[in-house]
């Protein structure tokens, strides 16, 4: 594939999600990502329902695998072992989300990767971080939810309650990947590579922007809250005659042009102010629904655009996919699957001006390119354009 990273290789060694993230989206800006899989494959091939085809291929393992390779290696075996040093000569960036201390047990500790290739990026993601009084523990998505106070923000009062995605996960993918690229800029006048590390518990603290501050200088500890914004009103979801849509006032000159289409008076003492608002919230909200409620959504939507308040409907996963605007940002990709032919996949969130859209490929069956990556390997050490 073309793209700003063309020439890049790198190395993956993660599973699951968080590192397979973050190589995908290098892999979709056009870096070559051989991904390096056990005989029994990334775990998320065996994740499922839904399965799909003859053949079970898992719909969660084709979510963060596109545009990749994939070959079997037995890191445990000498013989895995000799596959891995020798594409760590030839590779750019070398990913791995292994626990800490799994990579020196296979044989390649940092030092030992800098030797092979002192250019050589390496990303670790960890769950907890590297190093600390809990460096060591395993970090799944959902415990992460819970440990790094998302799940407290989150839902109904008093009810705590998860992410309907791996937001920690994907956050941890986008950080790394950001991570690579940064420290590929800096090689480029150095000549020299380095260790890249994030963790799930980094990605969410660091994600947790206005709701960290309310903290760590308010002092103010956040709650769930629902589906209300903490310091805006009105500002979340509201019913209608037939439904409930997402409504965002939040400045004074949005809360002129809202105030009027429900019937309320936009110099009213109760609700002068943002901070007014916000502290009457319950009283402002019974009075936006009793007008709303009257009405169907299509009509409040209507009205609302008209008056450049912003407003938008609660979209299910697959009204989302089939959405006109969806697919006219280039978020739905075709690939050619060689099991299951012809098939859709949420597409990448950059686009380049003056490019035309690129051809995707599809995620890799397991060790669908072991013999061909071997050949290339053997290739570029003849030609002695290993590193």
Known sequence: MSGPLEGIVVVDLSRVLAGPHATMMLADLGARVIK??????????????????????STYFLSCNRNKESIVVDLKSDEGRDVLTRLVRRADVLVENFRTGVLDRLGFPIRRLHELNPG???????????????????????????????????????????????ICDVLAGLNGAFGI???????????????????????????????GTRWTVGREAPVSIGNDHPSIAPYGTFRCADGEIQIGVAN?????????????????????????????????????????????RRVWLDRLAEAGVPAGSIRTIDEVYQWEQTRSQGLVIEVD?????RIELPGPPLRFDGEPPREHTAPPLLGQHTESVLAWLEETERAGEGR
């Open 120 to 166: 050589l990026i390496v990303l670790s993601i960890t769950g907890f971080g590297h190093d600390g009084p809990e460096g060591g523990r395993p970090g799944y998505d959902a415990i992460m939810q819970g440990e790094a106070g998302i799940m407290s923000v989150t839902g109904p009062p008093g009810r705590p309650s998860k992410v309907g995605l791996s």
């Open 337 to 341: 699957h060689p099991r299951l032919g």
């Open 181 to 211: 690229v940064a420290a590929l800029y800096e090689r480029a006048r150095t000549g020299k590579g380095k260790v890249v590390r994030t963790s799930l518990l980094a990605s969410v603290v660091a994600a947790h922007a206005y709701q």
């Open 252 to 296: 004074q000159g949005l809360w002129r042009r809202f105030a009027p289409i429900v019937g309320i008076d936009p110099d009213d003492e109760r609700y002068a102010t943002i901070p007014d608002r916000a502290a009457r919230r319950a009283e402002l909200t019974a009075e936006i629904e009793r007008v709303l409620t009257t009405e169907p």
């Open 36 to 57: 390096v899989e056990a005989e029994t494959g990334d775990e998320t091939r065996h994740w499922g329902p839904p399965f799909v085809g003859e053949d079970r291929v």
